[in-house]
T-cell receptor, first 115, second 111 residues
Framework: ETGVTQTPRHLVMGMTNKKSLKCEQH?????MYWYKQSAKKPLELMFV???????ENNSVPSRFSPECPNSSHLFLHLHTLQPEDSALYLC??????????????FGPGTRLTVT | KNQVEQSPQSLIILEGKNCTLQ??????????LRWYKQDTGRGPVSLTI?????NTKSNGRYTATLDADTKQSSLHITASQLSDSASYIC??????????FGTGTLLAVQP
């Protein structure tokens, strides 16, 4: 285990549903991330939080809404998703927000299917 | 343009055999290069991380090499096991806050 947990592991939702993904890190890290992984594509960075402040938002549609209540927890709230949003959503953490310098530790991911 | 390209896209080998995966990058400036192993339906797990001055780094049966002059890296797996079946992702750390991911090589080890 990497010290980063995610729930649920699998989620099927309709386009009109609202759901949330949860991530928790037990490593004492200061930065947390959401990534989207689609088949045969590189990981896409969605959001970066450093000490509970959002420091990056990489042109992600507003139907994805992140929340970081403290440095150990990160949520991704989902609403009115599209079928092309179906993917593996990965949470990661690192000591600091400079991901070019610090190693990232990934959670197991949530496999999301939008019907 | 910062890019990381991996080859082959997929590979099938027999248990016990060795294999080598390739990674070419055009990321500049360069900070470090990482190899991750990602089992199906799981998150990536770090295997090695190398800085500019390191040519090789091992982690058990995994050995990564780095040639910063030609901007190439390889991951060599010795005496493969069924549990090595996974996607192997090359990731390059660039300028501040830059992390460029490759698309991965999917390895299948057959008995």
């Amino acid at each position: 285990e990497t010290g980063v947990t995610q729930t649920p592991r699998h989620l099927v939702m309709g386009m009109t549903n609202k759901k949330s993904l949860k991530c928790e890190q037990h490593l004492g890290h200061n930065a947390m991330y959401w990534y989207k992984q689609s088949a045969k594509k590189p990981l896409e960075l969605m959001f970066v939080y450093s000490l509970e402040e959002r420091v990056e938002n990489n042109s992600v549609p507003s139907r994805f809404s992140p929340e970081c209540p403290n440095s150990s927890h990160l949520f991704l709230h989902l609403h009115t998703l599209q079928p092309e949003d179906s993917a593996l959503y990965l949470c990661a953490s690192s000591q600091g927000p400079d991901r070019g310098a610090y190693e990232q530790y990934f959670g197991p991911g949530t496999r999301l299917t939008v019907t | 343009k910062n890019q990381v390209e991996q080859s082959p896209q997929s590979l099938i080998i027999l248990e016990g055999k060795n294999c080598t995966l390739q990674c070419n990058y055009t990321v500049s400036p360069f900070s470090n290069l990482r190899w991750y192993k990602q089992d199906t339906g799981r998150g990536p797990v770090s295997l090695t991380i190398m800085t500019f001055s390191e040519n090789t780094k091992s982690n058990g049966r995994y050995t990564a090499t780095l040639d910063a002059d030609t901007k190439q890296s390889s991951l060599h797996i010795t005496a493969s096991q069924l549990s090595d079946s996974a996607s192997y992702i090359c990731v390059v750390g660039g300028a501040t806050n830059k992390l460029i991911f490759g698309t991965g090589t999917l390895l299948a080890v057959q008995p």
